[in-house]
């Protein structure tokens, strides 16, 4: 059971460039979210899906795009990379709705540096 | 709005002693408080979770305390080891937001010293 799958590990961007992270869960989870960790600021919400076909922004949204492909993938795209994007991400899935406190289930994460 | 603060930031103590880290919340409405343990190059993974009606929960050498009065709560790690050391996130969620309201502390380094 391989739970919350990140790729890539690492990536380093020059600034204005795209690329999309992707992330995969084996748990049957309707919930699926992304978060940045930044020294000092714990972790941040961008963006999450609450269920397949439905998406909402975070607390730090601008800069980023997702897509929940279906039930087991939801992606996050940078599409003009910037070096305020410099951070770690985490992809994160939980098990109920998310009106239901439930616990997260993380990633490994994506180590992203933008030059 | 809301906040989660975490105290210390970093946390030195030699294995076998205890170590507690503690957490204060804002908002009156949480009532979901989970405790997430990092290891170097992972993500945080869930170690112990407490509700607003139990004042206390405890799992092997780990034990959380809520006190919902003063709005703080804390993570007990009796008989610290070597592999405890890792940085501890706490959180914090309001009854009404559900899981994508998730507020987390800035996070305590743990270096349990052989």
């Known amino acids: 059971n391989a739970g919350v799958t990140q790729t890539p590990k690492f990536q380093v961007l020059k600034t204005g460039q795209s690329m999309t992270l992707q992330c995969a869960q084996d748990?049957?989870?309707?919930?699926m979210y992304w978060y940045r960790q930044d020294p000092g600021m714990g972790l941040r919400l961008i963006y999450y899906?609450?269920?397949?076909?439905?998406?909402d922004k975070g607390e730090v949204p601008n800069g980023y795009n997702v897509s929940r492909l279906n039930k087991r993938e939801f992606s996050l795209r940078l599409e003009s990379a910037a070096p305020s994007q410099t951070s770690v991400y985490f992809c994160?899935?939980?098990?109920?709705?998310?009106?239901?406190?439930?616990?997260?289930?993380f990633g490994n994460g994506t180590r992203l540096t933008v030059t | 709005g809301e906040n989660v603060e975490q105290h210390p930031s970093t946390l030195s103590v030699q294995e076998g002693d205890s170590a507690v880290i503690k957490c204060t919340y804002s908002?009156?409405?949480?009532?979901?408080f989970p405790w997430y343990k990092q290891e170097l190059g992972k993500g945080p993974q869930l170690i112990i979770d407490?509700?607003?009606?139990?004042g206390e929960k405890k799992d092997q050498r780990i034990a959380v305390t809520l006190n919902k009065t003063a709005k703080h709560f804390s993570l007990h790690i009796t008989e610290t080891q070597p592999e405890d050391s890792a940085v501890y996130f706490c959180?914090?969620?309001?009854?009404?937001?559900?899981?994508?309201?998730?507020?987390f502390g800035t996070g305590t380094r743990l270096k349990v010293l052989a």
């Open positions: 994160a899935s939980s098990g109920r709705n998310p009106s239901y406190n439930s616990p997260l289930h």
């Open positions: 748990m049957n989870h309707n919930s």
């Open positions: 899906s609450a269920s397949e076909g439905t998406t």
């Open positions: 908002d009156s409405a949480s009532n979901y």
């Open positions: 407490i509700r607003s009606n139990v």
């Open positions: 959180a914090a969620i309001p009854s009404t937001s559900g899981t994508y309201k998730y507020i």
